[in-house]
Structures are given as structure tokens and as C-alpha cells.
């Protein structure tokens, strides 16, 4: 958000092209190991049926090491899932026909409704009995915040919730290929049932000029191209055995109209804070919190560990902040099984980066 990664001109002719060779294959990076090989990766959008007539929507094709996937949303809790190609099949109309109203295209279609404002655009808080704490992992050489993940999870105990605290992660692409040993415990917490994680995206670069307007700013960055910023960051979670939600937050939390209209077309709803701590916001019931747990912000994590020691607040998945157990199921029709791997009408995108 402030005081973050120094802004990055674009590229060399050469420089690019390995990012376009980076955008067919997510390669290992030191310290890090058993990567996985994403490729085909597309945007999409189609109504899809999975197991037991569960209505989905698919937002992704990729391969996985050679095996295609649908990246799915549930469009009732907005829980994403990597699933196999043969166990979704697609229906000829898209979401906004079939599944009008539900809380997933409705959250997608409140976040990103025009006038956008230039900073803080989309969600802040929610419906429910305690905060959504999301925690940016912007690009930082400084010291990760690892006690406030501990916190959270001592939070979570004393509540009784029953499995890991519920925390969202807005990572960057530059902080995971830099923090291997962090991002690890994170993996580790979540594996263990400690921490139950949801990924948000915020973006690859995270480009940021401390002396520049922001209406030519992070990603208003001229030059910046928004696709590669939110698709890399996705392939890249993907490549580690992550999966991302369908949640995105603005570095800065500022965007424009052309962002936030493109950003509808990746099916991705944007997420801003009602109490962002390091600015002296202060919480509420049903309030979006944010920290920054890369560092940056040590007043933001001060003020948030008292609130999380003391039990004050419940924590909440961000999820929760949009869902709606008594919107109608419809009862869907799928496409032919022979026609459920080709996505039809999907909107491709090429894979290209032009940071």
C-alpha cells in the first residue's frame, strides 16, 4: 500500500521475452521446489454443473502439469476449486443469464459498478458478527509479521471455531518469489489447520512511486498491462499447489473505471477496507480490516494484536462477507458431455506480459 516496492520502467525487448516465455510456463525459483507446470492458462466465463448438479462458474482453463482444469467459483459461497475437465459440464448460457442473483454475481456486479472511485472502490465491509481480517503482502525486504498469523490462530482457539483461523492473504507475485521460508510457514499453518487462508490477488509488480499522483499510480502505472499483473499472480499461486479466490485488491486501493471494468470481465471482485489500521481507521462489526504483514506497517500490526489477544472481534472469511444460504438453486441444464472440455464462447487471453 505505502512505502512499498520502487516503481519498474518497462521492460527490455529481452526482459520481455522471458516474461512471455514465463506466461507459457510457471518455472521454479530458488528456494523453492516442487513448482508445478501451468499452461493453457485462459480466461473464461461459463456456467458449468459439476457433481451432483452443484451449479458452478468457471473463470480459468489451464493444465496443470499436462492434466486440463476448470478454476471454478461456487457462486453461492465463493469458494474457488481447481476441478478436472471431465467433472463440469458447461451449459450454452453465461453466468449473468443462468445464475443472475446469486451472491457471487451480485458482489461481482455491485464491486465493480461504475462511478469507480479512485481509491477504495468495491467491498469494505459485510454482513456478520465480527471483522474480515486481510493481511497484504506487498513486495518488502523487511521482516514478515509472523506473530500476527500466530495471534489469529490463538484468536480462533479461544473462540472455538472448530478448524484454522480464518485470515485473507493479499499477496503479491514479487513477495512470494521472494520469501520462500515465509511462504512456507503460510502453507504449513493452512496444512495443519491452524490458519484456514483465503488467496487474494494483488497483483504481480505491485508497482508503486512514492512522489507520483495516484492517477498515475500502481497499476494506472503508464505502460502497466493489468492482465499480465492479475494472470501471472494467479498461474504463479497455482504453480505452488494455491488456489485464488475470486477476490482482488487494488495495490494502493486505487483503480480506475478502465480497471474496474476489465477487472469484471476476469470475474474478479475487488476488496477495499473499512479499517485500514495503520491510517487510524477503526474497526466495527462487519468491517474489512487491513495490516500489512510484510513489514511495512508496524503501527497497523501494533494496533491489530490487542484486538486479536483480547477477543474482541470474531474473525470471519472473507467469503462470508458475500454469501447467501437462502438465494434459490436453479435447476440447470448441462451442455452434452462431449462438448464439456471446449469451452464455448470463452474469452482467451494471450500469454503475453508487458510489465
Not at 485464488?244 to 471494468?261: E, I, N, Q, W
Not at 472481534?313 to 472440455?341: G, K, M, T, Y
Request: aromatic content about 8%; some cysteine.
Amino acid at each position: 500500500m505505502k512505502l512499498l516496492c520502487p516503481a519498474r520502467s518497462l521492460l527490455s525487448a529481452a526482459a520481455l521475452a522471458g516474461l512471455l516465455l514465463c506466461a507459457l510456463f510457471v518455472a521454479p525459483r530458488a528456494g523453492y521446489a516442487d513448482v508445478s507446470a501451468i499452461t493453457d492458462y485462459r480466461v473464461i466465463s461459463q456456467t458449468g454443473v459439476g457433481p451432483g448438479g452443484k451449479p458452478l462458474v468457471a473463470i480459468r482453463s489451464l493444465r496443470r502439469d499436462g492434466i486440463p482444469l476448470f478454476l471454478t467459483v461456487d457462486p453461492y459461497t465463493l469458494e474457488t476449486a481447481l476441478r478436472p475437465v471431465s467433472q463440469v459440464s458447461l451449459l450454452p448460457a453465461p453466468p449473468w443469464e443462468t445464475l443472475s442473483g446469486t451472491p457471487y454475481l451480485t458482489a461481482l456486479e455491485h464491486g465493480t459498478a461504475p462511478p469507480c472511485r479512485l481509491q477504495n472502490h468495491g467491498a469494505v465491509r459485510g454482513a456478520g458478527d465480527g471483522i474480515f481480517l486481510t493481511v497484504d503482502l506487498c513486495p518488502s525486504k523487511r521482516q514478515f509479521e509472523r506473530e500476527l498469523f500466530l495471534a489469529a490462530e490463538a484468536a480462533a482457539q479461544a473462540h472455538g471455531y472448530g478448524k484454522g483461523a480464518p485470515v485473507a492473504v493479499a499477496i503479491s507475485g514479487l513477495w512470494l518469489e521472494n520469501h520462500p521460508e515465509e511462504l512456507a510457514f503460510l502453507k504449513g499453518e493452512s496444512a495443519a489447520g491452524r490458519l484456514s487462508i483465503t488467496w487474494v490477488n494483488h497483483s504481480y509488480h505491485h508497482v508503486y512511486a512514492p512522489k507520483t499522483p495516484l492517477e498515475r499510480n500502481f497499476l494506472l502505472t503508464p505502460g502497466t498491462n493489468f492482465d499480465a499483473e492479475v494472470l501471472e499472480l494467479e498461474r504463479l499461486l497455482l504453480a505452488h499447489g494455491l488456489t485464488p479466490s475470486p477476490f482482488f485488491r487494488f495495490p494502493g486501493l486505487v483503480a480506475d473505471t478502465a480497471t474496474m471494468k476489465r477487472l469484471r470481465e476476469l470475474s474478479l471482485i475487488p476488496v477495499g477496507s473499512e479499517a485500514w489500521l495503520a491510517k487510524g481507521e477503526h474497526p466495527r462489526q462487519g468491517s474489512i480490516v487491513l495490516v500489512h504483514g510484510n513489514g511495512n506497517e508496524p503501527k497497523g500490526i501494533a494496533l491489530a494484536l490487542p484486538i486479536l489477544r483480547t477477543g474482541r472481534w470474531r474473525l470471519l472469511p472473507l467469503a462470508a462477507a458475500f454469501a447467501n444460504d437462502q438465494c434459490p438453486v436453479p435447476n440447470l441444464r448441462p451442455l452434452p458431455q462431449e462438448a464439456a472440455s471446449v469451452p464455448r464462447g470463452a474469452t482467451v487471453t494471450p500469454p503475453k506480459a508487458s510489465f
